[in-house]
C-alpha cells in the first residue's frame, strides 16, 4: 500500500512569488489533513478535508493560502503571494477514521524557503 | 478547541536511563491519545497510541499510561537508546470531525 506522498520535496522561491504544494493521501482515505511546522516548532493546524469538503480551515494564516481537494482524491495547498514567514515545512496527513480516532499517516513534508 | 500542553520541551538522559514526557488536555470528550515521534527531516510517526477505555498500555520499552480524572498523559521511555533521540509529540483529539492537534512537541537526546 503507498504512503502519503508530497509534492515538491522543497521549494526555494521569491518573496510574492507563487507556490503550489501537492498531498496525495492513502487510497480510501477520506480525512486528509494540512500541517506546517516552522523552524522545529510545533506541528500547527492548518485544515482538514473530509473527502473534498473543507472540514476545518480555522489554522489557515490568511488568504493567501488556499486549498483544494478535488474530487476528494489529492490536495494542493497555494500560497500566493509567499511571504518569509511562510517558510517552514509543509505536511500532509490522512487517515480512514474521522477526527484522529485514529492514526495519522504523514507524508515526508514539503519544505519551503522563501527568500 | 482542545487545548494540549507537552513537557518538558528538551529533555536529555543518558544511554540507559528512562525518558518521561507528559501531555496535559482541556477536552473532556477526548478518548484517544496517541503519541508520534518524528526523526530529524522525516515524517512524523506513530508510535504508540492508547484509548481511554485502558490506564495503561505497553510495547517492548514504550508505554504511555493515561489518567482520565487527571486530563493527563505520559509516554514513557526505558533503557533508552541513540536512536531514540527525536522530537516526540502527543495528540489529544476531541473526537467526532474536530481537528486533531498537537503537543508542542519534546526534543529528546539520547546521550550514549
Known amino acids: 500500500e503507498a504512503g502519503v506522498t508530497q509534492f515538491p520535496s522543497h521549494s526555494v522561491i521569491e518573496k510574492g512569488q507563487t507556490v503550489t504544494l501537492r498531498c496525495d493521501p492513502i487510497s480510501g482515505h477520506d480525512n486528509l489533513y494540512w500541517y506546517r511546522r516552522v523552524m522545529g516548532k510545533e506541528i500547527k493546524f492548518l485544515l482538514h478535508?473530509?473527502?473534498?469538503?473543507?472540514?476545518?480551515e480555522s489554522g489557515m494564516p490568511n488568504n493567501r493560502f488556499l486549498a483544494e481537494r478535488t474530487g476528494g482524491t489529492y490536495s494542493t495547498l497555494k500560497v500566493q503571494p509567499a511571504e518569509l514567514e511562510d517558510s517552514g515545512v509543509y505536511f500532509c496527513?490522512?487517515?480512514?477514521?474521522?477526527?484522529?480516532?485514529?492514526?495519522?499517516?504523514f507524508g515526508e513534508g514539503s519544505r519551503l524557503t522563501v527568500l | 478547541g482542545e487545548n494540549v500542553e507537552q513537557h518538558p520541551s528538551t529533555l536529555s538522559v543518558q544511554e540507559g536511563d528512562s525518558a518521561v514526557i507528559k501531555c496535559t488536555y482541556s477536552d473532556s470528550a477526548s478518548n484517544y491519545f496517541p503519541w508520534y515521534k518524528q526523526e530529524l527531516g522525516k515524517r512524523p510517526q506513530l508510535i504508540i497510541d492508547i484509548r481511554s477505555n485502558v490506564g495503561e498500555k505497553k510495547d517492548q520499552r514504550i508505554a504511555v499510561t493515561l489518567n482520565k480524572t487527571a486530563k493527563h498523559f505520559s509516554l514513557h521511555i526505558t533503557e533508552t537508546q541513540p536512536e531514540d533521540s527525536a522530537v516526540y509529540f502527543c495528540?489529544?483529539?476531541?473526537?467526532?470531525?474536530?481537528?486533531?492537534?498537537f503537543g508542542t512537541g519534546t526534543k529528546l537526546q539520547v546521550i550514549p
Open positions: 495528540a489529544a483529539p476531541p473526537g467526532g470531525y474536530q481537528k486533531v492537534t
Open positions: 496527513a490522512s487517515s480512514r477514521l474521522a477526527g484522529g480516532a485514529g492514526e495519522l499517516f
Open positions: 478535508f473530509v473527502k473534498e469538503s473543507k472540514q476545518d
